[in-house]
Nanobody, 125 residues
Framework: QMQLVESGGGLVQAGGSLRLSCAAS????????MAWFRQAPGKEREFVSA????????DYVDSVKGRFTIARDNAKNTLYLQMNSLKPEDTALYYC??????????????????WGQGTQVTVSS
């Protein structure tokens, strides 16, 4: 089983930036599709972005396209989410997730076996 620990969240004004990190341990992420999800209070967990194990395929929810960038560093066993031009509606608990080996990324939570505890992102207006 893989352990995932998110960091980098915080309080930022609208228009600001944050960079989230997800450090994995227990096994390599090299062959693993990974994703970011978020959950706002009273709402369901929402897909944000995913990156396939080979980093060739990347997906974003429409609401973050052009503002967020997902990246992975297999050597550091770490996933990132660079978030620019943040909006109050981006406020949520952000989760990192990992799929099984060589499994194709998707927007569905059921694709992912391992989850972190989340890091809070709060954007003030």
């Amino acid at each position: 089983q893989m352990q995932l620990v998110e960091s980098g969240g915080g309080l930022v004004q609208a228009g600001g930036s944050l960079r989230l990190s997800c450090a994995a341990s227990g096994r390599s992420i090299r062959n693993i599709a990974m994703a970011w999800f978020r959950q706002a209070p009273g709402k369901e967990r929402e897909f944000v972005s995913a990156i396939n194990w080979n980093a060739i395929s990347i997906d974003y929810v429409d609401s973050v396209k052009g503002r967020f960038t997902i990246a992975r560093d297999n050597a550091k066993n770490t996933l990132y989410l660079q978030m620019n031009s943040l909006k109050p509606e981006d406020t949520a608990l952000y989760y990192c997730a990992a799929a099984g080996p060589y499994r194709t990324m998707s927007r569905y939570t059921t694709t992912y076996n391992d989850w972190g505890q989340g890091t809070q992102v709060t954007v003030s207006s």
